[in-house]
């Protein structure tokens, strides 16, 4: 493990930010900490940074205990939400900032500048303030000033968050394959399950302070261990009682049922559908557009469900009565969620 | 663009002829007197005035309070900003507060203090006598009063601006191993310059003019403790109106030259500005 905590508490007065915290990241990996606002993923942040400094617990980077190691000294780049760049200073010497502070020779410094420059694509901009450039340029330079000095780990705060979307799109690919090309250790966080699940390597998932789960992506969204990551992924409905909902093991102490858009299957009573027998009526509430599909709103055995239909399918109107077949779905008991699966996938279908 | 109408006109013409009015009764028509009174009797008359012996001197020891008043408040300004804006402590919201205190209460009750702390009455004032300091009635006093009545204006000009901003582009050099003094000069002073350059200015137009605290702890000993401002009233009560208005005229002068210099920072802090906000 090239990054571990171990045993990390933090309090903000009576707020329990960090509530013994302990991961590891391999070298070379690209993180991701994901969490809802105040689950305290900055402050893990910070912490590794050393601009915080754990209540008790071990930080460790490449085998040696950190806490104690001053924040200039522990050779981490960082970039800010804001991304903090120095607003007097032109691009080129934001990024030359961290080089002269090591006191390296003029010919170096404009060496690994001019490097950095070319990198993040912004030749030729070497002379503009940060006041001049757009939201995404920034991010770029404040990317590009956190390499400098050649840092073995990287920690972003919420990268994209300033952003709009469409440019976010792009700076995500781009940073993945940044961060690849250059092989660094970076931990970026972020609220948005879909940057987390389409950038990161592997996804750390905190909530309250603690850590829920950590896996790869698609791990963490297919295998949710715990009641809280079930329901933070994917576009959820989320009851009570699914007792109602034929073909499903019980669970004891069963509390709530969360089923993701993509369990459920909407067919038209005219269409045909291998599982017709085992599915239930449901009226549809709500079509709505969505771009990539059409996202429909369907209220089975009183519970509404959302469900997606392509733009190939035959169209279905509110009001419409429809079958409405449940492949899967998560049920939490106290922390725990389960994965039950409809009982009519195992057996033999014969379709007549 | 906003369309004038008939009435919108009267109006913006009834506010501008007031301002002008007032600027012109209030402020020119005074000057202007200052400047014809001071040369009734001719340039030589004048220039006798000013280049008297006790005019000089006094004209000395209001640069010399002035340049003291502004390097100490100066560093206090700044620490005291820094303080208040960087850190969260007991009894921010009192400092915060007493450091206005200086310009609400009037300028005698600061000339007051003085006298009563270091003064015959003091309780201190043996141990000065045994250590040979002189406050009261000397240079020491007046510098002291001139830096109470000045203690705000840099802090004051300083605090909105640091304040406006937060800490994350000091966190970044830091981070990068950036010392506490390089962090200041590359990253904090920068953005601070102009404001404090205008507070510079406001702390010694302020500095030159103050006539009530020192008054009281000065004691008008002529060529010694007399101060420009002093030195006017003291012209005016022996009915020598020509010097009297000699000199206050090299405090109009004075007056001038700082606004022109602060129009200069204000031009520039703008021109800078529209680059780098």
């Known amino acids: ?352 | 663009m906003y369309k004038e109408t008939k009435s919108s006109k009267a109006v913006k013409w009834f506010l501008i002829g007031v301002s002008v009015l007032f600027v012109v009764l209030m402020l020119l028509l005074p000057l202007i007197t200052v400047i014809t009174e001071a040369f009734k009797q001719g340039f030589a008359v004048y220039e006798k005035a000013v280049t008297d012996n006790y005019t000089v001197k006094a004209f000395w020891l209001t640069l010399e309070a002035t340049a003291l008043a502004v390097v100490i408040n100066t560093v206090f300004g700044l620490s005291a900003a820094w303080s208040l804006t960087k850190f969260h402590f007991r009894g921010k919201k009192i400092l915060t507060t007493l450091i206005d205190l200086p310009v609400t209460v009037s300028p005698i009750i600061a000339g007051l203090i003085f006298l009563l702390t270091f003064g015959r009455q003091s309780p201190i004032f043996p141990l000065l006598q045994d250590w040979d300091v002189k406050i009261v009635f000397a240079v020491p006093g007046i510098v002291l009063a001139t830096i109470f009545v000045t203690f705000p204006f840099i802090s004051r000009e300083l605090i909105p601006v640091l304040e406006a901003r937060g800490n994350d582009e000091e966190e970044a050099a830091a981070l990068m191993g950036a010392k506490g003094f390089t962090i200041f000069r590359k990253i904090t002073f920068p953005h601070i310059k102009w404001a404090f350059l205008y507070g510079v200015v406001l702390c010694a137009a302020r500095a030159m003019g103050e006539f009530g605290a020192v008054s009281v702890i000065s004691g008008h000993l002529r060529g010694k403790t007399n101060t420009l401002p002093l030195h006017v009233e003291i012209l005016f009560n022996e009915f020598q109106y020509v010097p009297a208005f000699a000199v206050a005229s090299i405090l109009v002068l004075l007056a001038i030259f700082i606004l022109i210099a602060r129009s200069l920072i204000e031009y520039n802090g703008k021109k800078k500005n529209k680059v780098e906000p």
């Open chain 1, 1 to 352: 493990m090239y990054v571990e905590l171990k045993n990390i508490n933090k309090h903000f007065g009576n707020f329990k930010a960090s509530d013994n915290v302990s991961f590891g990241i391999e070298k070379g990996k690209l993180i991701g900490l994901l969490g809802p606002s105040g689950s305290g993923k900055t402050t893990i942040l910070r912490m590794i940074a050393g601009l915080e400094t754990p209540d008790n617990g071990d930080i460790i980077i490449d085998g040696k205990v950190i806490n104690n190691v001053p924040a200039s000294k522990r050779g981490i780049g960082f970039v800010f939400q804001s991304y903090a760049l120095f607003r007097y200073m032109t691009v080129f010497e934001n990024i030359a900032f961290g080089l002269r502070v090591l006191k390296k020779s003029d010919s170096e410094i404009k060496d690994r500048v001019a490097e950095l420059v070319k990198l993040i694509g912004l030749d030729g901009l070497e002379n503009r303030y940060p006041s001049q450039l757009s939201g995404g340029q920034r991010q770029r330079v404040a990317f590009a000033r956190a390499l400098a000095p050649n840092p073995q780990l990287l920690l972003l705060d919420e990268p994209f968050a300033a952003i709009d979307a469409k440019v976010r799109q792009e700076l995500r690919h781009w940073l993945k394959e940044m961060i690849a090309k250059l092989g660094v250790t970076s931990i970026f966080v972020t609220h948005d399950q879909d940057e987390a699940i389409e950038v990161a390597d592997e996804i750390i998932i905190m909530n309250k302070g603690r850590i829920d789960q950590i896996g790869k992506p698609l791990d963490v969204y297919s295998t949710p261990k715990t009641a809280f990551v079930a329901s933070f992924f994917g576009q959820p409905s989320i009851f009570k009682d699914y007792s109602k909902f034929r073909r499903f093991d019980a669970v004891e102490g069963a509390e709530q049922t969360i089923v993701r858009p993509e369990f459920v299957k909407v067919t038209k009573k005219t269409e045909v559908q291998k599982f017709k027998n085992s599915a239930e009526e449901g009226v549809v509430t709500d079509v709505a557009f969505r771009g990539s599909g059409i996202e429909l709103s369907v209220l089975v055995n009183g519970v509404t469900l959302t469900a997606r239909r392509g733009f190939d399918e035959p169209s279905v109107s509110v009001g419409e009565k429809v079958d409405v077949f449940i492949y899967r779905i998560f049920v939490t008991a106290g922390d725990n969620a389960y994965l039950l699966e409809n009982k009519s996938l195992r057996e033999p279908v014969v379709v007549i």
